[in-house]
Every structure is written in C-alpha cells, then in structure tokens.
Nanobody, 123 residues
Framework: QVQLVESGGGTVQPGGSLTLSCTASGPTFSRYVMGWFRQAPGKEREFVGLISRAENTYYTDSVKGRFTISRDNGKSAAYLSMNSLKLEDTAVYYC?????????????????WGQGTQVTVSS
C-alpha cells in the first residue's frame, strides 16, 4: 500500500508559478510510474503529465513547455513545476502512482492517489 500526499497548492496570478510536491510512503517509490492529473469544477479528471521509472516525461499538449515533472527517488517524491500559469489551469491537482512498468494517461489505470491540492489562478 502506498500513501501519497500532495502539497504546494495555492492562489497565483496569471503568469505566475507554483511547484507541487507529492510525497509517498513506503520503500518502493522508484518502481512506480508517477502521474499528475487535475480536475476543474464540473469537468472530468484529466491527464496533466507523468514521469516513468526511467524518468522519461510526457505531458498533455496544453501544458507542454510550461509544466515540468521530476522525481527524487531518494526522497520518495515527485514534483510538478508549473510556470506561466493560466486561468484555465485552475483545478484540484492530484498525483497518482501506477505499479505497472508501462506508462498510461488513463486515470483508471493508476493504483494509488493523493488527496489533491487546489491550484487557483486568478487576477
């Protein structure tokens, strides 16, 4: 069982930056694909990006060039660095862990989820 805890959310003006952290319990963090998802009010949860076990990263088109995912296996942590934030980035952001070595953008294929952290972009 893995427990994930996100932190770092908050309110920022358009064009601003935030970095979210996701800390995992347990000794096998390096074995998981780590995904980031978000859910805006009235919308379905959507894929933001992921980092594979080999530290390859993949992003949805709307955040490419603005968001960066990284991981520190020694700290059992994953990070989502967000720059040039837009109003439409406002959502609850979730990190998730996938046991299988293959990557996926489908939230249903992730095994563990954090509680979410609110990111609000507002002028």
């Amino acid at each position: 069982q893995v427990q994930l805890v996100e932190s770092g959310g908050g309110t920022v003006q358009p064009g601003g930056s935030l970095t979210l952290s996701c800390t995992a319990s347990g000794p096998t963090f390096s074995r998981y694909v780590m995904g980031w998802f978000r859910q805006a009010p009235g919308k379905e949860r959507e894929f933001v990006g992921l980092i594979s076990r080999a530290e390859n990263t993949y992003y949805t088109d709307s955040v490419k060039g603005r968001f960066t995912i990284s991981r520190d296996n020694g700290k059992s942590a994953a990070y989502l660095s967000m720059n040039s934030l837009k109003l439409e980035d406002t959502a609850v952001y979730y990190c998730a862990a996938r046991r299988d070595v293959s990557i996926s953008r489908q939230p249903d294929l992730y095994d563990y989820w954090g509680q979410g952290t609110q990111v609000t972009v507002s002028s």
